[in-house]
C-alpha cells in the first residue's frame, strides 16, 4: 500500500522476488521476465490521482498493469494514506509458512527522503489475535475502496494474505514489552492514546490542531520541516522545542564510496510519549495533521518500552546519533499558500476516481481505443481537460467537463494498446497531470507476447529469454555475454539447452506453451533465421513433437 506511486519504481517489488542477481538488473530482458514471472502474486493499492506520470513510455509497464488497484479517497477531503508491504513466503522443504510486515513511511517512488521504517517476521498461528484486528480491516478497507472491483483471483488472494496476518504472531523488537496496530479511516478504527508527561512529534507536516491530538502535555519536542514551522501560529510552539533536519546532513562524507545515496528532507513520521518509566514509540504513515486523524487512511504501530531505550532522549539527547543530523529551528516568513494547485490536486483526484473503460476494436491493419464513462467529469470553469495514452505521448485528446468522458485513439500498434492514461488538468495558474487506470475490454490475447517478441532482436537475447524463463538465473546469462555471437552458448557448464528443454517438458510443460508462443510470433514475422540461434529449430521440432505425444497419452 502507498499513497502516490511511481510505476517504474513499482517494477523493484516483483525483482525482489525474482532470483537473487536480478534484484538490482537494468536490463530490460532480465526486469521482464522477473516482473512476468511473478505479476500474478502482487498486488499494489495507492491513492486515485497520485499515479505519477513515466518520463517516457516503456513497454515493460504492461507487465504491471494488472498488479495497480487505484483506491478512491475514504471520503471527501481525505486520502488513503497508508505505506505498507505485507508480504507471505511459504518454505517448499519444510512446508512451513511465514509473513513479514514492512511499515514505514516511504511510498513507493524515487523520493529519497529521510523516513522510518519498521520490519516485523511472524508465523501464522492457529488462531486470530485481537491485536491483528487493525491489519485485517486495513486490507479489507483496500478492498471495499478500489475504485474498480478486484478481478476475483485477485480479491481472494488479497482476502488470504488478510486472514493470514490476523492470525500472525510476530516478533517483537528487543526491548518491546507490548506491540499495537492502529489503523485510522477504518470501520470501528481507535485512535492511539498520546496522553503522557513528555512528548516527542517527528513529522513533515504539522497543522496546530494535529499537535494538539499528538502532543497535548506541556513537554513538547517537534522535529518538522522549515517551511512546515513557519506556517504554524506561535502558541503551537510556544514552550516546545523545535528542530529542523540540517541542510547538510546526508551527504556524503569525503572519501564515501561514490553512488552512495544521498538522503534530502524530512519525510518520517514518528511519535514518543513517555509516562513515569515507560515510552510509547508510534511510527508510519501519519503526519501531525487534522487530516491524519480526522478520516485519512492511515496505519501507525505502537511500541512500547522503557523510557532509557525508548524514550525521547534516545533520539535527541547530546549523545544520540539522530541528535547530530538536527539544529534548531529559526522563525521566517511563511511562504505564501498555492490554493489554486491545490484546487487542481483535488479535481484531478476526482477524475481519477471515476471508473474508466478502455474498449479495444481491430481496424484493417491497426486497432483502435475508445475510453468511456458512464460518470460525467466535473465541470470546473477555467480549466481544461485532457487524455493520451502512455504509450503515445503527445496524442491529447481535449475531453469535455460535465460530460462522460469519451475519447478515441486509432491507428494504433499491438504494442501500443495499454489501459494507463495519462490525464492532465490546466488552467490559468499551473498544471497537474496522473496516470489514471481503464478497465481493458477487447484487450487482444496475444498482448503481451508481442511485447516480449518486440524486446527480442538478436539471437543472444532470445537464449538469455529462455534461460531466465527456465529458471537458470543470471549467471548462465553471463556465460551467453561471453560467448561470441550467442552461438556458442549451447552448453552452459554441465546442462545443455536440450536437457533444460527436457527437465521443463517433465516438470514444468506450460513454460514450454510460452517459449511456443514466442518461437510462433518470430517466424510468423520471418525472423527466424535472425533471432534464433542455428540448428534451434530443429531442436525444437524434436520438443514440441514429444511434448504432443505427452498429451495424447494422457488423453488416452
Given at each position: ?10 517494477l523493484?517489488?516483483?525483482?525482489a ?5 536480478l ?8 526486469v ?13 493499492f ?13 513497454a ?24 505498507l ?18 511499515v ?10 529521510w ?5 516485523l517476521?511472524?508465523?501464522?498461528g ?24 478486484l478481478?476475483?483471483?485477485r480479491?481472494?488472494?488479497v482476502e488470504?494474505?488478510?486472514e493470514?496476518l490476523r492470525?500472525?504472531?510476530?516478533e ?42 499528538c ?12 517551511e512546515?514551522?513557519?506556517?504554524l ?22 572519501g ?9 528532507g ?18 508510519g ?25 525508548w ?6 539527547g547530546?549523545?544520540a ?9 529559526e ?5 505564501e499558500?498555492e490554493?489554486e ?5 483535488e ?12 474498449a ?8 483502435q ?22 504509450t503515445r505521448?503527445g ?29 492532465s488538468v ?5 498544471r ?6 481503464a ?6 490475447a ?9 524486446q527480442?532482436?538478436?539471437p ?8 531466465l524463463?527456465?529458471?537458470l538465473?543470471?549467471e548462465?546469462?553471463?556465460a ?26 517433465v ?5 514450454l506453451?510460452?517459449?511456443?508462443r514466442l ?13 534464433l ?24
Amino acid at each position: 500500500m502507498t499513497f502516490t506511486l511511481d510505476l517504474e519504481s513499482l517494477l523493484v517489488a516483483p525483482l525482489a522476488f525474482a532470483a537473487h542477481g536480478l534484484r538490482e538488473s537494468t536490463d530490460p530482458i532480465a526486469v521482464m521476465e522477473g516482473v512476468r514471472h511473478c505479476a500474478d502474486r502482487i498486488d499494489v493499492f495507492c491513492q486515485a490521482g497520485q499515479i505519477a506520470v513515466p518520463p517516457t513510455s516503456s513497454a515493460l509497464l504492461a507487465f504491471v498493469e494488472p498488479i495497480v488497484h487505484q483506491v478512491r479517497r475514504p471520503k471527501p477531503g481525505h486520502l488513503f494514506h497508508p505505506k505498507l508491504w505485507a508480504l507471505r513466503f511459504h518454505d517448499e522443504a519444510t512446508g512451513e509458512t511465514s509473513v513479514r510486515l514492512l511499515v514505514l513511511s516511504r511510498n513507493l517512488t524515487k523520493d529519497r527522503s529521510w523516513d522510518v521504517c519498521l520490519r516485523l517476521d511472524g508465523t501464522i498461528g492457529t488462531r486470530p489475535a485481537r491485536n491483528n484486528r487493525p491489519l485485517y480491516e486495513l486490507l479489507r478497507q483496500a478492498t471495499r475502496l478500489a475504485v474498480a472491483p478486484l478481478p476475483s483471483h485477485r480479491l481472494a488472494a488479497v482476502e488470504a494474505l488478510a486472514e493470514d496476518l490476523r492470525r500472525a504472531e510476530w516478533e517483537r523488537p528487543e526491548g518491546a514489552r507490548e506491540m499495537y496496530f492502529h489503523a485510522l479511516g477504518v470501520p470501528n478504527a481507535r485512535p492511539p492514546d498520546f496522553v503522557g508527561t513528555r512528548n516527542l512529534v517527528i513529522s513533515p507536516f504539522c497543522t496546530a490542531g494535529g499537535l494538539d491530538r499528538c502532543a497535548p502535555s506541556s513537554q513538547l519536542a517537534v522535529v518538522s520541516r522549515q517551511e512546515t514551522l513557519d506556517c504554524l501560529p506561535d502558541e503551537s510552539l510556544a514552550g516546545s522545542e523545535a528542530l529542523v533536519i540540517n541542510s547538510l546532513a546526508g551527504l556524503p562524507a569525503e572519501g564515501a564510496p561514490s553512488g552512495q545515496e544521498v538522503l534530502a528532507g524530512l519525510h518520517a513520521k514518528l511519535y514518543v510519549v513517555e509516562k513515569g518509566h515507560q515510552a510509547r514509540v508510534l511510527l508510519g504513515s501519519a503526519n501531525a495533521t487534522d487530516a491524519a486523524f480526522g478520516g485519512n487512511v492511515e496505519l501507525l504501530v505502537e511500541l512500547v518500552g522503557g523510557r532509557t531505550q525508548w524514550g525521547i532522549d534516545a533520539l535527541l539527547g547530546p549523545t544520540a546519533g539522530f541528535r547530530e543530523i538536527l539544529e534548531p529551528y529559526e522563525r521566517h516568513d511563511a511562504a505564501e499558500p498555492e490554493p489554486e494547485a491545490a484546487g487542481l490536486r483535488e479535481l484531478i483526484r476526482d477524475i481519477a476516481a471515476i471508473p474508466l473503460s478502455a474498449a479495444v476494436t481491430s481496424e484493417a491493419d491497426s486497432y483502435q481505443l475508445r475510453l468511456t464513462s458512464e460518470d460525467a467529469l466535473p465541470d470546473v470553469p477555467g480549466v481544461r481537460i485532457t487524455a493520451q495514452l502512455h504509450t503515445r505521448r503527445g496524442e491529447a485528446v481535449v475531453l469535455a467537463p460535465g460530460q462522460p468522458m469519451g475519447a478515441a485513439f486509432s491507428g494504433l500498434a499491438l504494442v501500443d494498446i495499454t489501459p494507463f492514461v495519462v490525464v492532465s488538468v490546466e488552467d490559468s495558474t499551473g498544471r497537474e497531470q496522473t496516470v489514471v487506470l481503464a478497465a481493458l475490454v477487447g484487450d487482444p490475447a496475444h498482448r503481451l507476447d508481442h511485447v516480449i517478441a518486440a524486446q527480442i532482436d538478436t539471437p543472444e537475447k532470445f537464449l538469455q529469454f529462455l534461460l531466465l524463463m527456465l529458471g537458470l538465473g543470471t549467471e548462465a546469462v553471463a556465460a551467453i555475454a561471453g560467448e561470441a555471437g550467442g552461438h556458442g552458448a549451447w552448453r552452459l557448464g554441465a546442462t545443455g539447452i536440450l536437457e533444460l528443454l527436457l527437465n521443463a517438458l517433465v516438470d514444468r510443460p506450460e513454460q514450454l506453451d510460452e517459449l511456443a508462443r514466442l518461437v510462433t510470433r518470430i517466424e510468423a514475422g520471418g525472423n527466424g533465421e535472425r533471432l534464433l540461434p542455428p540448428g534451434f529449430i530443429e531442436l525444437w521440432r524434436v520438443i514440441t513433437q514429444a511434448r504432443d505425444t505427452m498429451t495424447e497419452a494422457v488423453r488416452s
